[in-house]
């Protein structure tokens, strides 16, 4: 009997059915200073507020448990509401699981500064739900138990935020919010069970970027294409997956559109991939800077983009583009700018969506592109005995030479998309319909074997 035991287990484990799961905290902790802000429920007025936060990949974060803390009077809150809520292109959107008029499990003091007191509210939840990879915000109300009312205490002092920055609402009206450089304090707890996915290989992780140089510059971003380029060595594959701006602000932005566009003449072209209406999945806050010219002190803060789905880009110059949507009431929002050398050209501004673009001479944004480096084979000549092509660069006909007879030839762009496959004739493929750049061939020769070849259209 105890061997069909091991063996019934063996073979669970071995099936998938058995998994293993861990404790799982998200949160922020407090500062001690008691600032809040006002979530009372049950009165005449209705005040909401809302922070978020990440469940990574490869997780599902099974929620059981949620504390936060409030300032109060003395007495008890009389139930809580407690809400989950999915992200909306960097704000909170559809309503995932609510639980109202709970009685929290218990409220326990923690402090008094300044004669306001905080307490630390504890609330098991009545059922618990799943959250796979993904932003969240939760979102939390309380009915007072006297005069006082109830606030949701703020960390105004951590600058690495969980995420971004905390949201709010009056009634019923549209969560605003987003530039009030805090977050809430609270603590979401559950069982994080492995999904069992792997992470693709991309290669090694690398970044490439310009340095600040204390905030000198900015180039202005509401309703404005700002770019600036990157570069991709020869005979690597740089998987992009986020991408990280330093900004000076009085607002701030509820998202973006990033789009990566060729490099045309040294200047952004088409666009190649397109990240529409994302929200920051950080937000860090960096403290008040001056800026001449400009009657208020502005606030550094840098945001960084996490894209859905990685982009793959070969060898050649691209430039990244920003088009920002600011929250409600920004006064100011520029993208940080250097006079230090960076990487590439100087940066650029479109105020016609990208048709035109005017170069800021001397200037480069600060930015930092994150993703993973790979290297690939990508050669120009390949045993010249056996295997050449010729003229590169080429305007209209390539002639390739091979003792194993070439017959088909794949085209891709920079963007590794197809755009060209032709047989081969005599020897000769005719690309005058490509438009001008870099592309990567694969010549496919009479012996299955394929040829890699860069080939640049003039």
Same mark, same amino acid.
């Not at 861990?22 to 005040?47: F, K, L, P, R």
């Not at 559109?257 to 040294?266: G, K, L, M, P, Y």
């Not at 690309?431 to 592309?439: M, P, R, V």
């Given at each position: 009997?105890?061997?069909?035991?091991?063996?019934?287990?063996?073979?669970?484990?071995?099936?998938?059915?058995?998994?293993?799961?861990?404790?799982?905290?998200?949160?922020? $902790?407090?500062?001690?200073?008691?600032?809040?802000?006002?979530?009372?429920?049950?009165?005449?007025?209705?005040?909401?507020?809302?922070?978020?936060?990440?469940?990574?990949?490869? +997780?599902? #974060?099974?929620? *059981? *448990?949620?504390?936060?803390?409030?300032?109060?009077?003395?007495?008890?809150?009389?139930?809580?509401?407690?809400?989950?809520?999915?992200?909306?292109?960097?704000?909170?959107?559809?309503?995932?699981?609510?639980?109202?008029?709970?009685?929290?499990?218990?409220?326990?003091?923690?402090?008094?500064?300044?004669?306001?007191? /905080?307490?630390?509210?504890? %609330?098991?939840?009545?059922?618990?739900?799943?959250?796979?990879? =993904?932003?969240?915000?939760?979102?939390?109300?309380?009915?007072? @138990?006297?005069?006082?009312?109830?606030?949701? &205490?703020?960390? +105004?002092?951590?600058?690495?935020?969980?995420?971004?920055?905390?949201?709010? +609402?009056?009634?019923?009206?549209?969560?605003?919010?987003?530039?009030?450089?805090?977050?809430?304090?609270?603590?979401?707890?559950?069982?994080? *069970?492995?999904?069992?996915?792997? /992470?693709?290989?991309?290669?090694?992780?690398?970044?490439?970027?310009?340095?600040?140089?204390?905030?000198?510059?900015?180039?202005?971003?509401?309703?404005?294409?700002?770019?600036?380029?990157?570069?991709?060595?020869?005979?690597?594959?740089?998987?992009?997956?986020?991408?990280?701006?330093?900004? #000076?602000?009085?607002?701030?932005?509820?998202?973006?559109?990033?789009?990566?566009?060729?490099? $045309?003449?040294?200047?952004?072209?088409?666009? #190649?991939?397109?990240?529409?209406?994302? @929200?920051?999945?950080?937000?860090?806050?960096?403290?008040?800077?001056?800026?001449?010219?400009?009657?208020?002190?502005?606030?550094? %803060?840098?945001?960084?983009?996490?894209?859905?789905?990685?982009?793959?880009?070969?060898?050649?110059?691209?430039?990244? &583009?920003?088009?920002?949507?600011?929250?409600?009431?920004?006064?100011?929002?520029?993208?940080?700018?250097?006079?230090?050398?960076?990487?590439?050209?100087?940066?650029?501004?479109?105020?016609?969506?990208? &048709?035109?673009?005017?170069?800021?001479? =001397?200037?480069?944004?600060?930015?930092?592109?994150?993703?993973?480096?790979?290297?690939?084979?990508? $050669? !120009?000549?390949?045993?010249?005995?056996?295997?050449?092509?010729?003229?590169?660069? $080429?305007?209209? &006909?390539?002639?390739?030479?091979?003792?194993?007879?070439?017959?088909?030839?794949?085209?891709?762009?920079?963007? @590794?998309?197809?755009?060209?496959?032709?047989?081969?004739? !005599?020897?000769?493929?005719?690309?005058?319909?490509?438009?001008?750049?870099?592309?990567?061939?694969? %010549?496919? #020769?009479?012996?299955?074997?394929?040829?890699?070849?860069?080939?640049? +259209?003039?």
């Amino acid at each position: 009997m105890f061997f069909m035991k091991k063996n019934l287990i063996f073979l669970m484990m071995m099936s998938g059915v058995m998994s293993f799961s861990q404790n799982c905290n998200y949160g922020v $902790v407090s500062d001690g200073i008691a600032i809040g802000e006002n979530i009372s429920t049950g009165g005449t007025y209705e005040y909401t507020s809302a922070s978020d936060f990440d469940v990574e990949f490869g +997780k599902i #974060l099974t929620v *059981n *448990n949620v504390k936060f803390n409030a300032l109060k009077g003395t007495a008890d809150l009389s139930y809580v509401n407690v809400y989950f809520y999915a992200d909306n292109a960097g704000r909170p959107g559809n309503l995932i699981k609510s639980f109202e008029s709970i009685f929290p499990t218990s409220q326990t003091f923690k402090y008094t500064f300044e004669g306001n007191s /905080a307490y630390e509210i504890n %609330v098991d939840l009545p059922s618990t739900f799943d959250l796979p990879k =993904g932003k969240y915000y939760l979102s939390v109300q309380g009915k007072p @138990g006297d005069s006082t009312p109830a606030s949701w &205490e703020i960390n +105004k002092q951590d600058t690495t935020k969980l995420g971004r920055f905390g949201f709010s +609402k009056f009634g019923s009206e549209d969560w605003f919010g987003g530039f009030s450089y805090y977050d809430h304090v609270f603590n979401i707890s559950g069982s994080c *069970n492995d999904t069992g996915e792997q /992470a693709p290989d991309y290669g090694s992780p690398i970044s490439q970027g310009n340095l600040s140089n204390d905030y000198e510059a900015g180039g202005s971003m509401p309703w404005r294409s700002q770019a600036d380029d990157i570069i991709v060595p020869e005979n690597t594959k740089f998987t992009f997956t986020s991408f990280k701006i330093s900004t #000076l602000q009085l607002g701030n932005i509820r998202n973006a559109t990033i789009n990566i566009r060729s490099s $045309v003449d040294d200047a952004p072209g088409e666009i #190649l991939h397109s990240f529409q209406n994302i @929200g920051p999945r950080t937000e860090n806050y960096f403290g008040y800077w001056p800026v001449p010219g400009y009657p208020l002190d502005v606030v550094a %803060v840098d945001l960084e983009f996490d894209f859905d789905q990685p982009a793959e880009l070969l060898p050649g110059k691209y430039f990244v &583009e920003v088009i920002a949507v600011p929250v409600q009431f920004t006064d100011y929002l520029t993208w940080e700018a250097t006079s230090q050398p960076g990487t590439g050209s100087y940066c650029y501004t479109s105020d016609d969506e990208g &048709e035109t673009w005017e170069i800021n001479d =001397g200037y480069n944004f600060v930015f930092e592109a994150r993703g993973f480096s790979k290297s690939i084979l990508v $050669v !120009n000549d390949v045993d010249k005995n056996n295997f050449s092509f010729y003229p590169n660069p $080429v305007k209209d &006909e390539l002639t390739i030479v091979s003792k194993n007879e070439p017959s088909r030839i794949s085209i891709y762009n920079v963007a @590794g998309q197809l755009v060209k496959d032709s047989e081969i004739k !005599n020897n000769k493929v005719n690309i005058s319909d490509l438009n001008t750049g870099n592309y990567i061939g694969k %010549v496919t #020769l009479k012996n299955g074997q394929i040829q890699t070849i860069k080939v640049i +259209k003039k």
